[in-house]
């Protein structure tokens, strides 16, 4: 039976009476469902009165997690009930004086006086009204249906239609051949009535044109789709881009464990090179009834070709010779607060270069604001595509972030004095921004201190020195009160899960423990907290790492490195990891008398564009040799025996492990490669292409960075574990690697699958069949 307890002021927790001890680690108790560890707290939001933060939470382990929300003034944990949770709405958009709420639920559209609290229902229809905003004058509801964008007044009810887009091609009057023209010629020359009969038509349709009111232009869609529909503020001007779509052939993937008894199909992605989609931007200017579209040829660089074609010097003689301008992406302007100016990032296909221009709507002509040029591709915080920090701090200047310094930092324009401005510099990271109430300050997240921890920080929109706000080591996960005079911080340390804190908006001022979520058998066992090391690699780059030392270890001084996936990802720092399960199995490890390696090798966020694309046209490269610098170090520094290093990890992390396996058999004895990508030309665009460009351009970087071209190279002892069900690292991969292996004669490797499992495995008794074959191979092949 739980009960529930209060301890030190204002923190709630709950005990077990039955509550287990773990005296030791296995395999089966780290991976239980992670309930057993304690669920934290997670989606945050705050009250539009900033007296309260809501989060979702699961102290009871139920199914699944309740809304629970806490008050500034007493600090007291309450469970949601289901009436009240009806009526909270996330994701809503302001009016300037913050008084009016406007936000989109189940398709309809609301509106409420924060003052009053009253409620109105603006839209009750089958079709969803989506995306609202609040016109320049605060008097109307944007908002978008179907493929249109219309405007509510908020004080009369009254609906138009702003746009006018329709489907299929327009359908135009077809003109006579010349011996049909001949014929009514003829005819209206011959016979009067006929002559008369048309005139009186051709004045009929004038005059009820005349008395008819003006009607929308109409906009043909032509077999493509209206993406980034957007109004001016004051509703004279509609931007939007028009898509042509890609590659409709996709991989599927067959599920065989199914309720019906029969095999299903589950439709994926397209490979990486297939033909993409396209868009070309458009401005409508309703006061003219024009619309335009806004050339790229007016792009600076529209032409350049990437550096890497000079290894095909054909390609790139027939490339320059046909001159054809790059593909480029417009994303929505972004429009100042009086409507006076507009500014738009455009992003080539080639993901070569990002460009910030100002936009004359009037005339559809661009005039560049900035242009950061990348040969590997444009990307980091804040300024990739789908994660771009920019807007503007008042009606003549706006902010955005670079990494042409190196590291990502934010910068400032001006319009009036044409002036650029470096608000923050060193070598860190901006990774998030969000521009004061008062627009006189920035709230920064960056990682300052040091690459593996995140703090919160204050600066002036005119730079000068950050002001921290945060204090506790680790990372501070933010979410700024309305008001801005409160924090609610998702914190979170090595050993130690987030928790929910309550802080003032002051530096120095002390952060409050309002969460403890961390059951009493997660907490009775003394978990590591590993050590942050760094070492410099082969190329002169600092390397950090997390390392986990064994009190007592084995005779044979065996060593395991854990290869973190994702690529772009942070595993080497001071927060509680995303990979729990493997954080719990390093520990499992010392336990049994490994020294254990996590390195945030080359291609690791949080330590600059460098580091970020040192994989450029070679994966398993410089990232696998930080690999091989971290055995060298366990050896000469940590005392590990160089014939007893493992290695292992999944998904890009797994691909690593099989370049280890097959290009460097002599440095690692066995490795376990899960849920891997075995050759790049079968994963997917958006991410290949960023960091090997396309099969068919670039065929050199796909064939050295694959695994699958090197499978005769595999000495040591592999296994391979994937899901069957993989949407994201098809079956079809491990399955083509497998019948590599067969023809090569390989006999030292194993496949272990597992029918319903995604890409992220689910459940317990996969995660754990899964590390029981890790550790049985680490076991018999390391401590021998």
């Not at 290093?645 to 440095?667: C, E, H, K, N, R």
Request: aromatic residues 12%.
């Amino acid at each position: 039976m739980k009960k529930l307890y209060l301890v030190a002021p204002f923190v709630f927790f709950y005990l077990n009476a039955s509550a287990q001890k773990l005296d030791s680690l296995s395999v089966e108790k780290i991976m239980r469902d992670p309930k057993w560890i304690g669920v934290s707290p997670s989606a945050l939001f705050w009250s539009d009165d900033s007296k309260n933060v809501y989060f979702n939470w699961n102290p009871d382990k139920n199914k699944s997690d309740s809304l629970y929300t806490v008050s500034t003034d007493n600090k007291q944990v309450i469970k949601v009930i289901s009436a009240q949770r009806q009526n909270l709405a996330q994701n809503a958009v302001y009016n300037k004086a913050h008084s009016i709420k406007l936000y989109e639920k189940f398709g309809d559209l609301f509106l409420q006086d924060l003052k009053t609290g009253m409620l109105r229902q603006l839209t009750y229809t089958v079709d969803q009204e989506l995306f609202p905003s609040f016109s320049g004058e605060e008097d109307k509801v944007i908002f978008r249906k179907g493929d249109n964008l219309f405007s509510l007044s908020i004080s009369n009810g009254m609906l138009a239609q702003l746009t006018n887009f329709q489907k299929g091609t327009k359908i135009k009057e077809g003109r006579l051949n010349e011996q049909d023209q001949w014929l009514k010629n003829q005819q209206l020359a011959e016979f009067e009535i006929l002559k008369q009969r048309k005139a009186q038509k051709e004045e009929t349709s004038k005059a009820r044109k005349r008395d008819q009111p003006k009607r929308l232009k109409e906009i043909y869609l032509e077999g493509r789709t209206v993406d980034d529909l957007k109004s001016s503020p004051n509703g004279q001007i509609i931007t939007y881009n028009l898509t042509t779509g890609g590659d409709d052939r996709n991989t599927v993937v067959p599920t065989y464990v199914t309720e019906s008894g029969y095999t299903e199909e589950i439709p994926t992605r397209a490979k990486v090179g297939g033909i993409q989609t396209s868009s070309d931007f458009f401005v409508y200017n309703k006061e003219r009834d024009t619309v335009y579209e806004v050339s790229t040829l007016q792009i600076p660089g529209i032409y350049d070709l990437p550096d890497y074609l000079k290894n095909y010097t054909t390609e790139k003689k027939s490339k320059e010779k046909n001159k054809e301008a790059r593909q480029v992406v417009f994303r929505a302007p972004f429009w100042s607060e009086d409507g006076k100016n507009a500014i738009v990032s455009v992003y080539s296909a080639d993901n070569k270069d990002r460009w910030i221009f100002s936009l004359d709507a009037t005339t559809g002509k661009l005039k560049l604001i900035d242009r950061q040029r990348d040969e590997a591709w444009v990307g980091g915080p804040g300024v990739d595509m789908y994660n771009e920090n920019i807007g503007w701090i008042d009606n003549s200047s706006i902010y955005y972030q670079s990494e042409v310094s190196g590291y990502s930092h934010l910068y400032s324009y001006n319009f009036t004095t044409g002036k650029k401005q470096q608000l923050t510099s060193g070598n860190w990271e901006v990774q998030s921004v969000q521009l004061a109430s008062d627009k006189r300050s920035f709230y920064i997240t960056a990682n300052k201190e040091h690459p593996g921890t995140k703090d919160f920080y204050r600066l002036a929109v005119t730079g000068g020195p950050l002001e921290r706000l945060t204090s506790m080591k680790g990372a501070n996960d933010i979410k700024l009160s309305p008001d801005e005079k409160w924090l609610a911080i998702r914190y979170s340390y090595s050993n130690k899960p987030w928790e929910l804190y309550l802080q003032e908006n002051k530096s120095g001022a002390a952060a409050l423990q309002i969460t403890n979520s961390v059951s009493e058998e997660f907490n009775s066992y003394k978990w590591r907290e590993p050590e942050v090391i760094s070492f410099v690699n082969r190329s002169g780059n600092v390397v950090y790492a997390r390392l986990y030392q064994p009190e007592k270890p084995h005779s044979n001084k065996p060593a395991v490195i854990f290869v973190h996936g994702a690529g772009y990802l942070q595993n080497a720092h001071y927060w509680w990891s995303n990979y729990f399960r493997e954080y719990m199995f390093h520990n499992f490890l010392a336990d049994k008398g490994y020294t254990v390696l996590d390195i945030d090798y080359q291609a690791s966020s949080g330590y600059g564009r460098n580091c970020r694309t040192n994989i450029y046209r070679h994966m398993g490269g410089a990232d696998l040799n930080d690999q091989l610098d971290g055995a060298k170090l366990l050896v000469e520094k940590y005392n590990v025996n160089a014939k007893a290093i493992g290695i292992y990890g999944g998904s890009y992390g797994g691909f690593m492990t099989l370049m280890a396996m097959f290009t460097q058999p002599d440095v690692f004895k066995a490795g376990a490669a899960l849920r891997s990508v075995t050759d790049w030309a079968h994963y997917n665009h958006g991410y290949t292409s960023n960091i090997l460009n396309s099969p068919i351009t670039d065929s050199i970087a796909y064939k050295q960075s694959s695994p699958i071209y090197f499978a005769n190279g595999l000495k040591g002892r592999l296994l391979m574990c994937h899901g069957m069900v993989d949407v994201n690292v098809h079956f079809q991969d491990i399955v083509r690697l497998s019948q590599r292996l067969i023809e090569l004669g390989k006999n030292n490797w194993e496949l272990a699958v597992y029918p319903m499992e995604d890409h992220g495995f689910v459940e317990p008794s996969s995660w754990t069949d899964e590390y029981k074959r890790i550790f049985k191979l680490f076991e018999e092949e390391l401590k021998h």
